[in-house]
């Protein structure tokens, strides 16, 4: 993985490897929010999961993963 800015990190991983390093994710994250974003063969070209409080959450839109974001609380 190459860490492309603070936080941020990119890599080409099988599925058993992307499921292991988003488990080590779930672990460790405390306060914070992680998302993890790969190429998918659907219509948008990727898929995503995300974890913790986030102003953008993810909906499911007739099987498109979109983003909602939030306003303020």
């Known amino acids: 993985m190459l860490e492309i800015r603070a936080g941020v990190y990119v890599g080409d991983f099988s599925v058993k ?3 292991m390093i988003w488990g080590n994710v779930k672990k460790g994250l405390e306060d914070g929010n992680a998302v993890m974003v ?3 063969q659907n219509e948008a070209g990727y898929d995503f999961v995300t ?3 986030n102003r953008r959450m993810p909906i499911d ?3 498109v993963n979109l983003v909602s974001f939030l306003p303020n609380a």
Request: no cysteine; aromatic share 8%; net charge negative.
């Open 17 to 19: 490897v992307r499921d």
């Open 38 to 40: 790969w190429k998918a």
């Open 51 to 53: 974890l913790g409080d």
């Open 61 to 63: 839109m007739d099987g």
